[in-house]
């Protein structure tokens, strides 16, 4: 059993991995004996993530990169296969928001700024899933071997009031997920994506807790909402980042989006 998770020779990039939830999964992937790419554009948070695996046994190197510019991807690219071959892991880590692609009570959805969904869209989707896909995607294809970890949410599922954007743009990642698997199903190359619910970041913090910890109206109306009755842990994720990154342990799963949210999507909101 413990052999179906050992990631030992694998070369794991993580595309936002000094973030809350990407650096999470970093860890868990360093932690099962992979070596990791910390690819982000922030080089202080990427130190910082770096250390924390060097710290604990694991091996690891920060590159920076762009996720929504092709060019800065292929450099990485080209950095990684340098020092360690191609990778045979990726995880897409990287997405957000746009606070005009938001919708407050009473907001009128046809008067949102096409430059704002444009741009949730773009790093969702596109830098989010679809260019690091081509680039690392490529190489994969070429070795015949890899696993790709898209990041998807919850609200892919159950599109959620205010975040319209957002959520369309996480549900086409998963449509995404779903075409690559089936166009690689024979190269060996698996796609998959997990959706996360509810993990307080610093993207969301502020929409889910209040300054003293309690909870926000809007945090409040989702626990309630939640059969756990709480938020997730970004170390939570780690079970389903190594499970599927393990070609042993889930050789014959492509296409699939697991779904981790303390069961908020059995329910109705």
């Avoid at 020779?9 to 992937?29: F, K, N, P, W």
């Avoid at 008067?111 to 490529?138: H, I």
């Avoid at 898209?150 to 957002?166: D, E, T």
């Avoid at 779903?178 to 959706?195: D, P, Q, Y």
Wanted: proline residues 4%.
């Amino acid at each position: 059993m413990t052999n179906l998770f050992d990631l030992t020779g694998e070369t794991a990039v993580v595309l936002g991995g000094a973030g809350a939830l990407g650096g999470a999964m970093s860890e868990a992937l360093a932690g099962a004996g992979a070596r990791v790419v910390i690819l982000d554009l922030s080089p202080e948070r990427g130190a910082v993530r770096v250390k924390s695996i060097e710290d604990a046994g694991g091996e690891a190197f920060f590159v920076q990169g762009n996720s929504g510019d092709i060019e800065s991807l292929k450099a990485a690219r080209a950095i990684v296969e340098a020092k360690w071959g191609p990778a045979s892991v990726l995880v897409n880590a990287a997405g957000g928001n746009h606070p005009k692609a938001t919708l407050a009570p009473g907001d009128d959805f046809c008067k949102m700024p096409l430059e704002a969904w444009q741009f949730v869209f773009d790093l969702n989707l596109v830098g989010g899933a679809l260019l690091p896909s081509q680039v690392f995607g490529e190489s994969m294809v070429a070795a015949g071997k890899g696993s790709i970890i898209n990041i998807a949410s919850m609200s892919s599922i159950i599109p959620l009031s205010r975040v319209v954007a957002y959520s369309a743009s996480k549900a086409a990642v998963v449509n995404l997920t779903k075409f690559l698997a089936r166009e690689w199903a024979m190269t060996g190359v698996r796609v998959n994506a997990i959706s996360p619910g509810f993990f307080p970041a610093t993207q969301n913090r502020a929409l889910l807790m209040n300054d003293d910890g309690t909870y926000t109206d809007r945090g409040n109306q989702i626990i309630a909402h939640t059969p756990m009755h709480r938020f997730g842990t970004a170390e939570e994720l780690a079970g389903a980042v190594i499970w599927l990154a393990s070609s042993r342990a889930s050789g014959f799963v492509t296409g699939e989006n697991v779904v981790i949210d303390g069961g908020f999507s059995s329910t109705t909101i």
